[in-house]
């Protein structure tokens, strides 16, 4: 028996076998739907990934240990202490009073900043993509972190309520 799976068009239930994506009806969208793969192919080439982890991630021996904890076994006990901890909700929206699911855990002062703090239970908050992005512009303004900053030797903050102000006063 050949394997055969849905056709890809939207609301179309129909059987189609392999290697096709469409039925004989949506057949003209079988070209264009194979040069998206390709496409999506090509962008995420392992070139382009080489490239990030070596020039960019890693630009210098600071930075490679600093993302080599992240693949520790210490780290990921700690994260998922953290996950638990807060019960997978992002702390920067609770803060604000809205309940918005998470899984990303962050430092609250950035390892660029204190290495000493990066495996500190009490610098750990989860985290949701939207806070996260914020909060990073937040610490490239505030601890001069991220590429071609330099680090301001400012008090570190580890208070959530307070971070959280700052993200939205946009000062530094």
């Keep these: 028996m050949?394997?055969?799976?849905?056709?890809?068009?939207?609301?179309?239930?129909?059987?189609?076998t392999f290697p096709d994506h469409y039925c004989q009806q949506h057949y003209e969208h079988e070209a264009e739907?194979?040069?998206?793969?390709q496409r999506w192919a090509r962008s995420n080439d392992k070139r382009y990934t080489h490239k990030y982890n070596t020039v960019t991630r890693y630009r210098n021996e600071d930075k490679r240990q600093q993302y080599s904890f992240y693949?520790?076994?210490?780290?990921?006990?700690?994260?998922?202490?953290?996950?638990e901890r807060d019960h997978y909700l992002c702390a920067y929206c609770k803060v604000q009073g809205l309940i918005t699911p998470a899984k990303i855990v962050d430092h609250l002062v950035?390892?660029?900043?204190?290495q000493a703090l990066k495996a500190n239970v009490d610098n750990l908050a989860?985290?949701?993509?939207k806070c996260h992005r914020l909060k990073t512009d937040w610490e490239q303004r505030y601890y001069g972190t991220g590429q071609g900053n330099e680090l301001q030797s400012v008090?570190?903050?580890n208070d959530v309520k307070m971070i959280v102000s700052m993200m939205k006063n946009k000062r530094a």
Aim: charged letters at 20%.
């Design 2 to 16: 050949p394997r055969t799976r849905r056709c890809r068009y939207p609301n179309c239930h129909v059987m189609v």
């Design 110 to 114: 950035p390892i660029e900043y204190d």
């Design 33 to 37: 739907y194979l040069a998206s793969r």
């Design 155 to 157: 008090t570190p903050i």
């Design 71 to 83: 693949r520790t076994r210490q780290w990921s006990h700690l994260r998922q202490q953290v996950l």
């Design 126 to 129: 989860v985290i949701c993509g």
